[in-house]
């Protein structure tokens, strides 16, 4: 634990270092004018769109969810806004959001081996998409950048983090039952029938992978996330008055997935995300202050949504552990 403690403080210390080393690189004065554009109510539209992009991630995990009723469609959305909130605003990274985020929807009657078991399938279709919409940034890239010594170079480095995601993506499929295997057997030193609950946790994996329509509909639904939050970014830079096509910025969020997905040990990927920004900015016309002030807009956005809803979700388990602790009623004579 205290190995761990470290690395996270280590992890929390390089990220604020690199973050503060791009802002200096870029300087305060043009990177405050570009935010200064936005305004109040640019923010706010951003912070809304933004919410509204939880909504299909949050099916695509409930696609992979059977046995979940219709009525509860907002579920899983609110169970992957508290993930990515903790994993954002904790300082946890996406371990300890994806632990809250089971517990956000197990909170509202889904069981354990089916919040589980979904969450792993979630997780690969996530990746899956992940690595098509990497895929679409580096053909852009050879459309584009392979004229440019440098874009030759960014170009070798995001098709080796398409190899190394394709790779990853292999593994995690294929060692998800003994993972889960290890973690029972492990965690039964401590707790009760972790065994049996791990048991019933695969059988759940197998009876989800026995539906390719669901596994099949989550990619899709994430492949649309990724496209959703990219134009995010793009949004972002109109509301700067920066004038750049949704392509262009599509391809840029690309390569910065797989940046983040690298970057995973740090919270929300503090410092390389602004570093990244920074030096891929040039390739695609875009000036430093612009690329930084969108990466700091994200941390604001970030920390207005993801403050209320750990609020939210501490205030409802603390009332639900309240609930089971509170005796039964007695039964009339």
């Not at 707790?191 to 596994?215: E, F, G, H, N």
Request: net charge positive.
């Amino acid at each position: 634990m205290n190995r761990w403690k470290i690395g996270v403080v280590a992890a929390l210390v390089l990220g604020l270092a690199l973050t503060i080393g791009a802002v200096a690189y870029v300087g305060w004065g043009g990177l405050w004018a570009s935010v200064e554009r936005i305004g109040l109510g640019g923010f706010a539209l951003y912070v809304l769109y933004n919410l509204i992009g939880f909504l299909p991630v949050g099916w695509a995990w409930w696609s992979v969810a059977p046995g979940v009723p219709r009525r509860q469609w907002l579920l899983f959305p609110w169970g992957r806004l508290v993930r990515e909130s903790a994993s954002d605003v904790l300082p946890f990274s996406q371990v300890g959001g994806l632990v809250i985020g089971l517990r956000a929807v197990e909170q509202q009657g889904v069981s354990e081996p089916l919040a589980v078991a979904s969450q792993v399938v979630d997780l690969t279709t996530e990746m899956a998409a992940q690595l098509f919409y990497t895929l679409f940034g580096v053909a852009m890239l050879v459309a584009i950048l392979s004229h440019a010594s440098v874009g030759g170079r960014l170009l070798w480095t995001a098709l080796l983090a398409l190899c190394i995601g394709a790779v990853g993506l292999v593994a995690f499929v294929a060692l998800q039952g003994r993972g889960i295997d290890l973690v029972g057997a492990i965690a039964s030193r401590w707790i009760k029938d972790t065994r049996q609950r791990a048991d019933a946790i695969k059988q759940m994996l197998r009876d989800i992978y026995a539906q390719p329509s669901r596994v099949a509909g989550g990619v899709v639904l994430h492949g649309i996330g990724w496209v959703f939050s990219g134009a995010a970014t793009w949004i972002a830079f109109r509301l700067m008055g920066v004038q750049i096509d949704l392509w262009k910025v599509l391809t840029l969020e690309a390569l910065m997935a797989a940046v983040k997905s690298v970057a995973f040990f740090t919270p929300g990927a503090l410092g390389f995300q602004e570093g990244a920004y920074v030096l891929i900015a040039p390739l695609f016309g875009l000036t430093a202050e612009a690329t930084l002030a969108v990466s700091l807009l994200r941390r604001a956005k970030d920390l207005v949504i993801g403050v209320p809803a750990m609020l939210v979700w501490q205030y409802t388990e603390v009332a639900g552990k309240r609930r089971l602790a509170e005796p039964a009623p007695t039964p009339p004579v």
